[in-house]
């Protein structure tokens, strides 16, 4: 299928249905798939069910389980239903979830039913109570249906969404040591689907990968661009999702055609995957975004799998993807220095500026703006971080990155660092200060200072620096089960230093320098 004019991204399953409602829609390895026609009329059912608790065009809607034919039907449920969808990570801390939910007053809650008693425990200390939808398990869609048990014979979407209505929030990390939602409509994910369809040129035959979660944003090319186009989705749950022999089985076994994730995962499946042993002939597409690729180990994946095109996609939640690069067919064994983020995507448009807003040359560093219609609309309930996020330059509102590249004569953007204390990690971008906001929760934690170090596997390791009170040892085993609970995963320093005293500056402050030169 070619492309399809529509204003919403729940009018892309309304589109496939039509078009090719006995082709499959999602499938779930070893458990089970759906087609089209099933996975709209199970979206319906949910969509039904969630108007009966009182959700409403404009309300948001909580996603909470594990990835899943459940989760895409429940997803688009809620934008049948007028809503924005609200995913959170399953495997995060409770508190965590319970937090956002409550920071974007959800109207309800689509969950497993492990989950609802540490959610409700949350709840009970705020009187916080939306209603849930809850499913008994998370797999091949038979759970929601039967949690949802709604007669579709006469369902109906609300009326369809503005391209201007909010779509879905996505959590990041906070400088605050609080998520912050960024508030994606349907126009923003559309223009940048349309934008895939165009670079990518998906087609109904082909097979995607889902490996990224819902609740990050690479998983926004996954689902709609696959089923903008009637192609297969192939969820790929997340404890196999980091299991190398199993992963590059799966990804043959599947016959994929579409591979989407961080370069973590490919460094992983490049050293220890044993990708010599599958058939890789229906792959053709390899995009990787969210953090440095390491020239050797792409270099190594590109030699045992080389017939895909390999592209390195750039850019935070607030624009997901805004520049583009296609790796050379061949890689200079002398080349050491990642590829560049390349230029700007053409639904978009970019600036480099100095530190007071004002222009730079042509290979001179500066801080990378996008604008564009696939730029978010600012954060959710934070007006004022909404107003600093931006920069006005020519009658046009410029979205600050925050990361510092350099533009090259060829037009393409070469990445230099971050501007704030933001690090990219796994493919998450994680605020260092929600770390040390974490770790401060420990009773026995004085003060706690966390840097971040490069490296070259991990792409960064967080090393905390952290005092005692009453100059008391900690153990680091303790200390790494305690952030499990108070943590994601991702966040989890790899190392803790326990010091007598931080550095400070001058002005008392703590200086963030002399540890980062210490690590």
Same mark, same amino acid.
């Given at each position: 299928?070619?492309?399809?004019?529509?204003?919403?991204?729940?009018?892309?399953?309304?589109?496939?249905?039509?078009?090719?409602?006995?082709?499959?829609?999602?499938?779930?390895?070893?458990?089970?798939?759906?087609?089209?026609?099933?996975?709209?009329?199970?979206?319906?059912?949910?969509?039904?069910?969630?108007?009966?608790?009182?959700?409403?065009?404009?309300?948001?809607?909580?996603?909470?389980?594990?990835?899943?034919?459940?989760?895409?039907?429940?997803?688009?449920?809620?934008?049948?239903?007028?809503?924005?969808?609200?995913?959170?990570?399953?495997?995060?801390?409770?508190?965590?979830?319970?937090?956002?939910?409550?920071?974007?007053?959800?109207?309800?809650?689509?969950?497993?039913?492990?989950?609802?008693?540490?959610?409700?425990?949350?709840?009970?200390?705020?009187?916080?109570?939306?209603?849930?939808?809850?499913?008994?398990?998370?797999?091949?869609?038979?759970?929601?249906?039967?949690?949802?048990?709604?007669?579709?014979?006469?369902?109906?979407?609300?009326?369809?969404?503005?391209?201007?209505?909010?779509?879905?929030? +996505? *959590?990041?990390?906070?400088? %605050?040591?609080?998520?912050?939602?960024?508030?994606?409509?349907? $126009?923003? /994910?559309?223009?940048? =689907?349309?934008?895939?369809?165009?670079?990518?040129?998906?087609?109904?035959?082909?097979?995607?990968?889902?490996?990224?979660?819902?609740?990050?944003?690479?998983?926004?090319?996954?689902?709609?661009?696959?089923?903008?186009?009637?192609?297969?989705?192939?969820?790929?749950?997340?404890?196999?999702?980091?299991?190398?022999?199993?992963?590059?089985?799966?990804?043959?076994?599947?016959?994929?055609?579409?591979?989407?994730?961080?370069?973590?995962?490919?460094?992983?499946?490049?050293?220890?995957?044993?990708?010599?042993?599958?058939?890789?002939?229906?792959?053709?597409?390899?995009?990787?975004?969210?953090?440095?690729?390491?020239?050797?180990?792409?270099?190594?994946?590109?030699?045992?799998?080389?017939?895909?095109?390999?592209?390195? +996609? *750039?850019?935070?939640?607030? %624009?997901?993807?805004?520049?583009?690069?296609?790796?050379?067919? $061949?890689? /200079?064994?002398?080349? =050491?220095?990642?590829?560049?983020?390349?230029?700007?995507?053409?639904?978009?448009?970019?600036?480099?500026?100095?530190?007071?807003?004002?222009?730079?040359?042509?290979?001179?560093?500066?801080?990378?703006?996008?604008?564009?219609?696939?730029?978010?609309?600012?954060?959710?309930?934070?007006?004022?971080?909404?107003?600093?996020?931006?920069?006005?330059?020519?009658?046009?509102?410029?979205?600050?990155?925050?990361?510092?590249?350099?533009?090259?004569?060829?037009?393409?953007?070469?990445?230099?660092?971050?501007?704030?204390?933001?690090?990219?990690?796994?493919?998450?971008?994680?605020?260092?200060?929600?770390?040390?906001?974490?770790?401060?929760?420990?009773?026995?934690?004085?003060?706690?200072?966390?840097?971040?170090?490069?490296?070259?596997?991990?792409?960064?390791?967080?090393?905390?620096?952290?005092?005692?009170?009453?100059?008391?040892?900690?153990?680091?085993?303790?200390?790494?089960?305690?952030?499990?609970?108070?943590?994601?995963?991702?966040?989890?320093?790899?190392?803790?230093?326990?010091?007598?005293?931080?550095?400070?500056?001058?002005?008392?402050?703590?200086?963030?320098?002399?540890?980062?030169?210490?690590?």
């Amino acid at each position: 299928m070619s492309t399809q004019s529509v204003l919403s991204l729940s009018g892309l399953l309304d589109g496939s249905a039509s078009l090719f409602p006995h082709r499959t829609a999602v499938v779930l390895p070893d458990v089970g798939s759906v087609s089209y026609a099933e996975l709209r009329e199970l979206a319906l059912s949910t969509a039904m069910r969630l108007r009966a608790l009182g959700v409403s065009p404009g309300d948001r809607v909580g996603i909470y389980m594990d990835k899943s034919v459940d989760a895409v039907a429940s997803i688009f449920g809620v934008m049948y239903a007028g809503a924005a969808y609200v995913p959170v990570d399953p495997s995060a801390p409770v508190s965590r979830c319970a937090y956002i939910f409550q920071d974007c007053e959800v109207s309800a809650v689509v969950l497993t039913r492990d989950l609802v008693a540490g959610l409700r425990s949350e709840f009970s200390e705020t009187g916080f109570a939306p209603p849930m939808v809850e499913l008994e398990a998370a797999g091949d869609g038979s759970a929601l249906r039967a949690a949802v048990g709604v007669d579709t014979a006469d369902a109906m979407p609300a009326e369809a969404p503005d391209p201007s209505d909010l779509a879905y929030i +996505l *959590y990041t990390s906070g400088s %605050t040591g609080r998520p912050k939602g960024v508030m994606l409509t349907h $126009e923003n /994910a559309l223009t940048f =689907v349309d934008w895939c369809s165009e670079i990518f040129q998906p087609s109904e035959e082909d097979r995607f990968a889902s490996h990224a979660p819902f609740h990050f944003d690479l998983s926004i090319l996954d689902l709609y661009v696959s089923l903008k186009h009637g192609a297969a989705l192939v969820l790929i749950p997340s404890e196999s999702g980091r299991e190398p022999t199993g992963l590059a089985r799966l990804i043959a076994e599947q016959r994929l055609t579409m591979w989407y994730s961080a370069p973590s995962i490919l460094s992983m499946l490049a050293q220890y995957g044993r990708l010599e042993e599958q058939d890789y002939s229906t792959l053709r597409m390899v995009l990787f975004a969210g953090e440095v690729f390491p020239v050797k180990h792409l270099r190594t994946l590109k030699s045992l799998i080389p017939g895909p095109r390999y592209f390195n +996609l *750039y850019g935070p939640t607030e %624009t997901n993807v805004c520049t583009f690069y296609e790796i050379p067919a $061949e890689i /200079a064994e002398a080349r =050491v220095i990642p590829f560049p983020i390349g230029k700007v995507c053409s639904h978009l448009d970019g600036i480099v500026v100095d530190e007071s807003g004002g222009s730079v040359t042509v290979g001179e560093e500066g801080e990378l703006c996008i604008t564009g219609p696939g730029v978010m609309q600012g954060y959710w309930n934070l007006p004022e971080r909404s107003t600093t996020a931006f920069l006005e330059a020519d009658g046009r509102r410029w979205y600050r990155t925050g990361d510092i590249v350099i533009e090259e004569p060829s037009g393409d953007y070469l990445f230099v660092g971050r501007r704030d204390r933001m690090v990219k990690r796994r493919g998450h971008r994680i605020e260092l200060g929600e770390v040390e906001a974490g770790l401060y929760r420990h009773p026995l934690i004085k003060e706690v200072a966390v840097v971040a170090a490069p490296d070259e596997h991990a792409g960064v390791r967080i090393k905390a620096f952290l005092t005692s009170r009453d100059g008391e040892r900690m153990s680091v085993l303790d200390l790494k089960r305690f952030c499990a609970e108070v943590l994601p995963s991702a966040m989890v320093p790899d190392s803790f230093h326990q010091i007598e005293a931080l550095p400070k500056t001058s002005t008392d402050k703590v200086d963030y320098q002399r540890l980062t030169e210490t690590a």
